[in-house]
């Protein structure tokens, strides 16, 4: 009995010290709470001096404040502490048991586990705490670690919550892209599906007949913090809108996203019960949970006006009239704002006409569509001039014409920013980028709005300013027939030991004389691009996902201008990381397979299908049975599905 009540008035002592220290660090934390707007004051002066100090030594886009530099640090001495008080115990532990009944031992030892239980307590309750005021602090739930990623749709995996993007051809593509970083706090959100959709399913109380803009639907489309889903956008607080074929929908928050102290990643969910222009779910099968992604958005607000890249055809000529007109922005452009139709009237935020050598000037009916990740506009005439190699199709430019363009800037809201005036309802007379900056037609880094506005504006392009390149070519009566080849493809046929965010980079053939190597940009899809997998962790199509984009390159292998050669175009297929393959063991497979496809629906800037079957050997094109396909400059036979495919097979091993 005395052994019995000696134990019990330990335990009571024990557990009266552990009480008395997890009150005191309570009650340190409660008290340090009416401290806390000081605190985050001083932390946000704080962060601008850091920030103003990295400026200057070259590391503007620093990303980590100090909150978060507070609590890693706290992190890895409560941590490390720890870890001593955690081998102090095992250790008395060990003690303890080869004690061999000597009490003075046995009483050793128990002291010392008795007093680590106590410390690794405190140490829990102190993570806890910290943890606490200082996401109380800076309004992020954990300040301890890092958040965001990309992938997997229906459940949460390794790879997150986003899928099918490009697999499922449910949606296209979207900006941000999953798991984009540093993107503009300003930013619009903007997301392109496969099928029309119902615009009700992202217009609040939207109804048929109504403008396809208003308010923003927020029981289908739920935007927030990631791990705050209660601070959801409501419908006061953004605006959304759907583009006239019922494909893109255009969402812009009515205030920034995210805060100036501390990069926030940003988590968009897209219901189950989204609807196509039909009435039916557009999300089904491995996707009837709906859709998911996450981007990171900086500190920073976006005030920096977009400007052209490159215009093809580039001045001169003549060329082939089924040539098509393709105008490269340097960023992703707000689509209302540079697509639309215009037949006899509509569309006039880009404008193209033709003319007898500059006499007789008409404006030409079509459609400007936008695609490659919003940053490239085509524009399709109405005139039909025969079929190409896929039986689709061709729209040709009127014959041995003058053709000339104009891309209009937007008035702006005053002369102090870039901010296009139609901010507020998403409607603008010219050209704006994803964060509502007109466009800069000079280059020169600012905005000054269209040619002929009260504020005295030059910035439509091309500009007036001298040195600037003319938005001008001839047209001749021919018709261009010649296809787009494959040059090279990277990872190449067969690869192995690649890297898990290695990229695939589909280079094409091209004379400079005549283009026939850039590619028409909205045939950059996942209809022509694709990439299938294959292998045992490769099982579950919810994490899978990609989509491909574009740029034109000139003779030194820099994204072309307007200025210089536009060589080829070279295909960059994006993807979700790729899942390294195990060790195999005798007699097993247990490499994951990843297969890359460019299909015949693929055009260039001629309108011309590429022929998986043919290629170029020694400056000679050719086609021979059994239809070998063209891969790094050999001829491969492969797998030909749906007509014929590009098919090449590359292995990636560990």
């Keep these: 009995m005395l052994e019995k009540r000696r ?25 340090s ?34 909150p978060t530099i507070i609590g890693r640090i706290i992190y890895v001495v409560l941590g490390t502490v720890g870890v001593i008080f955690l081998a102090l115990m095992l250790f008395s532990g060990y003690q303890y048991m080869t004690a061999g009944g000597d009490p003075e031992k046995i009483k050793s030892a128990i002291s010392r586990i008795r007093n680590a239980v106590i410390g690794l ?15 109380w602090i800076t309004g992020q739930p954990n300040l301890f670690g890092t958040g965001g990623g990309g992938g997997g749709g229906g459940g949460f995996g390794q790879w997150g919550n986003t899928g099918g993007l490009g697999n499922a051809q449910i949606i296209e593509y979207h900006y941000p892209e999953p798991g984009q970083m540093n993107v503009p706090r300003n930013t619009a959100i903007v997301i392109t599906f496969v099928p029309s959709i119902d615009p009700a399913s992202f217009i609040s109380g939207w109804t048929q007949g109504q403008p396809t803009s208003g308010k923003l639907n927020d029981g289908m489309v739920r935007i927030h913090p990631e791990g705050s889903a209660s601070q959801n956008l409501s419908p006061d607080m953004a605006l959304a809108a759907v583009s006239p074929d019922g494909k893109t929908v255009m969402i812009k928050p009515n205030d920034p996203l995210g805060n100036a102290q501390k990069p926030t990643w940003y988590e968009v969910v897209l219901d189950a019960g989204i609807l196509n222009a039909s009435g039916t779910k557009i999300f089904g099968g491995n996707f ?38 393709q105008i490269n922005f340097n960023e992703p452009m707000f689509p209302s704002s540079v697509a639309g139709i215009y037949n006899n009237g509509g569309f006039q935020n880009v404008q193209i006409y033709q003319s007898d050598g500059g006499k ?18 085509e524009f399709v005439t109405n005139d039909d001039c025969g079929v190409n190699s896929c039986l689709i199709k061709m729209r040709c430019l009127p014959a ?37 900056n007109s466009l800069d037609g000079d280059s020169d ?27 001008a070519f001839l047209t001749n009566s021919q018709i261009n027939r010649d296809p787009p080849f494959i040059k090279t493809i990277d990872p190449g046929v067969k690869a192995d030991k690649i890297p898990l965010d290695k990229n695939i980079d589909i280079s094409w053939l091209s004379d400079p004389n005549d283009m026939n190597g850039v590619i028409m940009a909205q045939t950059v899809n996942s209809r022509g691009f694709r990439i299938y997998t294959e292998g045992p962790q490769e099982t579950d199509p919810n994490t899978w996902w990609f989509f491909s984009k574009m740029i034109n390159v000139d003779d030194n292998g820099q994204e072309a201008s307007s200025t210089t050669p536009h060589v ?33 629906y693929v055009m260039n800037i001629y309108q011309n299908c590429f022929n998986p079957a043919a290629m170029v050997k020694k400056g000679v094109k050719t086609t021979s049975a059994p239809k070998p396909n063209f891969c790094n400059d050999t001829a491969v036979v492969g797998t030909d599905l749906g007509g014929g495919n590009f098919y090449c097979d590359f292995i990636k091993k560990p």
Excluded: C
């Design 7 to 31: 134990f019990q008035v330990k335990f009571q002592n024990l557990f009266g010290k552990v009480l008395l220290s997890l009150v005191l660090v309570a009650l340190v934390g409660l008290a």
């Design 33 to 66: 709470l009416p401290f806390v707007k000081s605190a985050q004051a001083q932390l946000n002066q704080s962060q601008t001096v850091v920030n103003a100090t990295a400026q200057s030594a070259g590391l503007a886009n620093t990303s980590t404040d100090l």
């Design 121 to 135: 307590l405190i140490i829990a309750f102190s993570f806890v705490i910290v943890n606490f005021i200082l996401s």
């Design 288 to 325: 009837s949970n709906g859709y998911v992604w996450r981007f990171q958005v900086s500190t920073q607000i976006d005030n920096t006006p977009p400007r052209v890249q490159s215009v093809i055809p580039m001045a001169g000529g003549p060329y082939a009239r089924n040539i098509v007109i």
């Design 360 to 377: 007789n000037e008409q404006q030409i009916s079509g459609e400007f569509r936008l695609s490659n990740g919003y940053r490239t506009v």
């Design 400 to 436: 041995d014409k003058t053709i000339r363009g104009i891309i209009k800037a937007a008035t702006l809201l005053n002369n102090d920013s870039a901010l296009a005036a139609g901010y507020k309802t998403g409607i603008f007379n010219g050209a704006v980028d994803m964060a509502f």
């Design 445 to 471: 880094g600012k905005a000054t709005g269209p040619v002929g506005d009260p504020a005295g504006g030059f910035d439509d392009y091309p500009s007036s300013k001298p040195g600037t390149p003319p938005f």
């Design 568 to 600: 080829q175009s070279l295909v960059t297929i994006y993807h979700r990381p790729f899942i390294n393959s195990d060790i195999p063991k005798q007699g097993q497979d247990l490499n994951n397979y990843y297969d890359p496809y460019v299909r015949h």
